[in-house]
């Protein structure tokens, strides 16, 4: 007979241990105007938290993000940890943050182009636009980037453009602090209701189903 073989606890996935922000030192540098040093710490806890052993990067992240999402577009950031108390399950870590801010950027034009150089957008650029709450000669802000970009995807989304993309393009004008954004739309395709088959439900829900989506629809 053959032995089942045993189980190798040696090999066996263990899971990360999570990671305690117990101190945080930011060496150098100033909060930018309008930032919260206590909101930023409290995002770089549950990030480090919940991020198992990618806690680092996602801390680097968060702490890069206060400084753009304020004009610092080209911000450095340097963290360097270390381990005070280590267990199989949690450790304790301490930090020294230096930020390089850099110059302070503002926006200058902002505009909407297809990736397909020559081929019309499905909608107009001034409705595009304006779903992008960047406006020349404010502090550029990489949330309301991302907050614009976001907005882009649900309304193409929602008009059946399953495969669109969005991706920016930055001009930095290092003279004038100030930057110009294109953003470039890849509408693909736009995808209708093929067929729809329900199973399992009453007449009257099912009716409603099938109202909602006909064949030939736009899919939403």
Not at 49 to 75: I, M
Not at 92 to 112: F, N
Request: hydrophobic letters at 40%; a positive charge.
């Amino acid at each position: 007979k053959v032995p089942f073989p045993k189980r190798c606890d040696q090999h066996a996935a263990k899971p990360s241990p999570q990671t305690f922000l117990k101190e945080v030192n930011f060496v150098g540098v100033s909060f930018p105007e309008g930032a919260s040093q206590e909101a930023l710490l409290a995002r770089m806890r549950r990030q480090a938290l919940n991020a198992g052993p990618k806690w680092l990067t996602r801390v680097w992240s968060e702490v890069r993000a206060a400084w753009q999402d304020r004009g610092y577009f080209q911000a450095v950031v340097s963290i360097k940890h270390h381990v005070m108390r280590a267990t199989d399950r949690e450790r304790e870590v301490a930090l020294t943050i230096h930020v390089d801010p850099g110059p302070q950027y503002r926006t200058y034009l902002v505009r909407v182009r297809n990736a397909n150089p020559g081929k019309p957008l499905a909608y107009s650029d001034w409705k595009l636009r304006a779903m992008i709450s960047l406006h020349p000669g404010q502090i550029l802000s990489v949330k309301k980037l991302r907050e614009g970009l976001a907005a882009l995807r649900n309304f193409y989304f929602s008009k059946g453009y399953l495969d669109f993309t969005a991706t920016p393009g930055f001009q930095i004008d290092s003279r004038r602090d100030r930057v110009s954004l294109n953003i470039f739309l890849d509408e693909g395709r736009q995808y209708r209701v093929g067929r729809i088959e329900v199973l399992g439900l009453g007449s009257d829900l099912k009716s409603q189903l099938e109202a909602e989506f006909r064949p030939g629809k736009v899919f939403n």
